[in-house]
């Protein structure tokens, strides 16, 4: 009689100690090129399971993404002399988006809070924050990592503390007595406990993504296709986008760090290179522009409305119908206050996009029945996102005045 033998069991069992030699392998391999001490453990096994079972389209996101950053990682990190794999840190901190932003407000690729980005240089203004700077976060991130190395002399204690604080990682030494990262492990706050452990996972299976089936995505920006300008001048991404043939996107990508789209006079810009050599060329020119841009005397995506003022009017009424900023209905007009009288006639230069909004107004299935007191001003505050102006156009009224008891159709959002 012949013993029964579950095939498919034995199977598994061979696939599973198969895949545990690869990553062993894999393991050694990066001892062997690192000063970075990688252990292969239960905990960094969950870790490269998660990735494997539920993220594999992130790690093909951050295969694409890395042909990108990773250059500029690997150029800041070999000018300090530190080990090359730390570019993988940047994966696990911002799964290398630009603009990535924590809950405590952490900012950039690298994560760098407010205090720590003006320790290491980092200029946070009005119109600039240098933390969504791929090219400066990484040099403060570099000069940062230098000094956790000289509190700590260990890479997974510096990268502990990258997470959870050079200060809580020396205390806790302190209070236990370890020095060594695995004995100390247990004793972190959760996120601290975890960091290690999901950096190795990470730097493994981005090295060795070959021996698994990830599907790459692709980008066509190469940032280090790219080249630097000096402007003295004030722009913003709409008019550089009109000017380079660039989405405002695109601009966006290659200058993450400028603020609300503006960009300040003196600011040096990235852009695709044939795009630089073009700025160049006509750069008097693009500064007219620019120019007359600025003064209304061009008009981009915007139309000039000529807006007369009627009863209940005032200047924030105006500018929320419209979209606009009351100081900018001030300057275009020249008033001194914000006083308006019936009649007055304001320069309004409006959007395209919300015109057609405006415009583009359809019924819902709700209505108002006028009471006595009513303004359109209280009706339109009754519902998210709709203005006077748009109740206006949709019940075909040619004033504010209402009629107590009419009923108003309310426009859909």
Not at 42 to 55: E, P, R
Not at 246 to 254: A, K, N, Q, V
Not at 354 to 380: E, F, M, R
């Amino acid at each position: 009689m012949l013993c029964s033998f579950n095939l498919h069991s034995f199977n598994d069992q061979l696939n599973e100690k198969q895949s545990q030699n690869s990553i062993n392998l894999g393991i050694d391999s990066l001892n062997s090129i690192s000063t970075i001490n990688f252990e292969y453990n239960s905990f960094v096994k969950l870790y490269i399971d998660a990735y494997l079972l539920k993220d594999k389209k992130l790690i093909s996101k951050m295969l694409a993404r890395s042909k990108h950053y990773f250059p500029i990682f690997e150029q800041k990190l070999d000018k300090y002399n530190l080990p090359l794999e730390l570019k993988y840190l940047s994966v696990v901190e911002s799964s290398l988006n630009t603009r990535a932003k924590s809950p405590s407000g952490a900012l950039g690729l690298w994560q760098f809070m407010y205090p720590t980005a003006k320790e290491y240089g980092l200029r946070v203004t009005s119109y600039i924050d240098e933390r969504l700077d791929p090219f400066k976060s990484t040099e403060a991130a570099c000069k940062y990592f230098i000094k956790l190395y000289d509190l700590f002399g260990d890479w997974n204690l510096v990268l502990a503390a990258y997470n959870g604080g050079p200060g809580y990682i020396q205390r806790k030494m302190i209070a236990t007595g370890h020095d060594n990262y695995w004995d100390l492990r247990p004793h972190l706050r959760t996120e601290t406990r975890n960091y290690v452990p999901k950096f190795i996972a990470t730097t493994y299976l981005m090295e060795f993504h070959t021996n698994y089936e990830f599907p790459i995505d692709t980008l066509d920006i190469i940032l280090l296709n790219s080249d630097t300008i000096k402007i003295d001048h004030q722009t913003n991404y709409k008019t550089l986008s009109k000017l380079t043939c660039l989405t405002e996107e695109d601009i966006s990508y290659y200058n993450p760090s400028f603020k609300n789209n503006i960009i300040p006079k003196g600011s040096t810009i990235v852009l695709p290179k044939n795009n630089i050599d073009d700025y160049y060329l006509n750069y008097q020119e693009y500064k007219v522009f620019t120019q007359a841009v600025d003064d209304k005397e061009i008009l981009l995506d915007e139309t000039l409305i000529n807006y007369s003022v009627v009863s209940g009017d005032y200047l924030g009424k105006i500018a929320v119908n419209y979209n606009l900023k009351i100081y900018q209905i001030q300057n275009w007009n020249n008033l001194k206050s914000t006083k308006l009288n019936i009649g007055d006639n304001l320069f309004l230069y409006v959007s395209d996009d919300h015109l057609k909004k405006i415009n583009d107004v359809k019924p819902s299935n709700k209505s108002y029945t006028v009471q006595k007191g009513d303004t359109l001003w209280d009706i339109a505050k009754m519902y998210t996102g709709v203005s006077v102006s748009r109740i206006k156009k949709l019940n075909k009224l040619k004033s504010n005045n209402l009629k107590p008891g009419s009923k108003l159709i309310i426009p859909k959002i």
